[in-house]
């Protein structure tokens, strides 16, 4: 099973800055086969990009993702209020699919 | 609008069973790869199920032999039979319709709210 861990824990930013979110695999992702979603308080999870850097439909392009081998990242370009949420990667590329323990970004 | 809608949540004591229901609307659940992923209080997130739209079912080894996947095609509903339930499965119970990757791998791209499963005495 492919451990993801996720860096930093709490990520502390203000609105307009850019964000870099790190996820790390004990073992490399098969054709960098890694997804990113949004979770906000009280919401069910969303999904951002998959495939490590193609971004689901509807997603804004201040989001990309990159990555491949065990490193990836997932780079928010200038902050808005409504950015600030949870974010968790996932795996898809060994079985079973595994997710990362969260990033919580958080208004400075 | 494609949709996912969960029920069946509740209290219950160790040891017992629950079922939870995932109904879908805006697409046909067994044309797709459906999963139940589950959320235990302040934690993230963690796998529990998958059906392909084949009917070909897999589970997350801490599930596995106490609960099952099924679906209804003609409600066209997903199912999550859970057995001899411990108070480590507590969590919100989110089911999802994932996109296949190779015809084995899958990711999440619609999502419910989620239904509440607790399980104390």
């Known amino acids: 099973e492919i451990l993801l861990t996720q860096s930093p824990g709490t990520l502390s930013l203000s609105p307009g800055e850019r964000a870099t979110l790190s996820c790390r695999a004990s073992?490399?992702?098969?054709?960098?086969?890694l997804a990113w979603y949004q979770q906000k308080p009280g919401q069910s999870p969303r999904l951002l990009m998959y495939d490590a850097s193609s971004r689901a439909t509807g997603i804004s392009d201040r989001f990309s993702g990159s990555g491949s081998g065990t490193d990836f990242a997932l780079t928010i370009s200038r902050l808005e209020p409504e950015d600030f949420a949870v974010y968790y990667c996932q795996q898809y590329g060994s079985s079973p699919v595994t997710f990362g323990q969260g990033t919580r970004l958080e208004i400075k | 609008e494609v949709q996912l809608v969960e029920s069946g949540g509740g209290l219950i004591q160790p040891g017992g069973s629950l079922r939870l229901s995932c109904v879908a609307s805006g697409f046909t659940v067994n044309s797709n790869y459906m999963s139940w992923v589950r959320q235990a209080p302040g934690k993230g997130l963690e796998w529990v199920s998958v059906?392909?739209?084949?009917?070909?079912?897999y589970y997350a080894g801490s599930v596995k032999g106490r609960f099952i996947i099924s679906r209804d095609n003609s409600k066209n509903t997903l199912y999550l039979q859970m057995n001899n339930l411990r108070a480590e499965d507590t969590a919100v119970y989110y089911c999802?319709?994932?996109?296949?990757?190779?015809?084995?791998?899958?990711?999440?791209?619609?999502w419910g709210k989620g239904t509440t499963v607790t399980v104390s005495s």
């Open positions: 059906m392909y739209s084949g009917g070909v079912t």
């Open positions: 999802a319709r994932d996109v296949a990757v190779n015809n084995y791998y899958f990711y999440m791209d619609v």
């Open positions: 073992q490399s992702v098969n054709s960098g086969r």
